[in-house]
Antibody, heavy 117, light 109 residues
Framework: EVQLVESGGGLVQPGGSLRLSCAAS????????MSWVRQAPGKGLEWVAS????????FYVDSVKGRFTISKDNAKNSLYLQMNSLRAADTAVYYC??????????WGQGTLVTVSS | EIVMTQSPATLSVSPGERATLSCRAS??????LAWYQQKYGQAPRLLIY???TRATGIPARFSGSGSGTEFTLTISSLQSEDFAVYYC???????????FGQGTKLEIK
């Protein structure tokens, strides 16, 4: 069974940093593109970033470029999102998702990031 | 950026009736279109990909159609568990810049 479990969310002040993790199991993690998708409170879904199977290609939505870094450790079956210079607009539930031909058949349960003073 | 527009924002339908949800792309996405269902407090669930292919375990009452810029999700006979928010997502771009519609809330009439 495919499982994706996010962790690392919490309350952080504007300008602060946070690192999200996603532990994957039940599938060959090194064979898949992975993504982060977020959802602000009461709002819709927003793709944030994607990373190639071997980590050599990474893509970001414009609003997080230069501030967020996606990475994956295939030896640890883990996906990460390093978030720096956080803003109130980054407040959201962050989901880890497995890409299957660019759509998302499997999602984690999400982790809430709140940026507030 | 390809903008996805869903209509209506809210749809009120009685159980057992048919629901038709629409999604329009600002430019052609071919058949690179997926539909997701999200219930309150839960992660999204993939229903349809490739515009018309049901994902694993999705009941036959869910069907998708369309190509290019106009897409439709049809639920043939609404069950109580189908009342939720539905999102479309395009995945045509390369490099990836996947975009979602703003969602349609399907509520009980």
């Amino acid at each position: 069974e495919v499982q994706l479990v996010e962790s690392g969310g919490g309350l952080v002040q504007p300008g602060g940093s946070l690192r999200l993790s996603c532990a994957a199991s039940g599938f060959p993690f090194s064979n898949y593109w992975m993504s982060w998708v977020r959802q602000a409170p009461g709002k819709g879904l927003e793709w944030v970033a994607s990373i190639k199977q071997d980590g050599t290609e990474k893509f970001y939505v414009d609003s997080v470029k230069g501030r967020f870094t996606i990475s994956k450790d295939n030896a640890k079956n883990s996906l990460y999102l390093q978030m720096n210079s956080l803003r109130a607009a980054d407040t959201a539930v962050y989901y880890c998702a497995r890409e299957d031909h660019s759509n998302y058949h499997h999602w984690g349960q999400g982790t809430l990031v709140t940026v507030s003073s | 950026e390809i903008v996805m527009t869903q209509s209506p924002a809210t749809l009120s339908v009685s159980p057992g009736e048919r629901a038709t949800l629409s999604c329009r792309a600002s430019q052609s996405v071919s058949s690179n279109l997926a539909w997701y269902q999200q219930k309150y407090g839960q992660a999204p669930r993939l229903l349809i990909y490739g515009a018309s292919t049901r994902a694993t375990g999705i009941p036959a009452r869910f069907s998708g159609s369309g190509s290019g810029t106009e897409f439709t999700l049809t639920i043939s006979s609404l069950q109580s568990e189908d009342f939720a928010v539905y999102y479309c997502q395009q995945y045509k771009n390369w490099p990836p810049l996947y975009t979602f519609g703003q969602g349609t809330k399907l509520e009980i009439k």
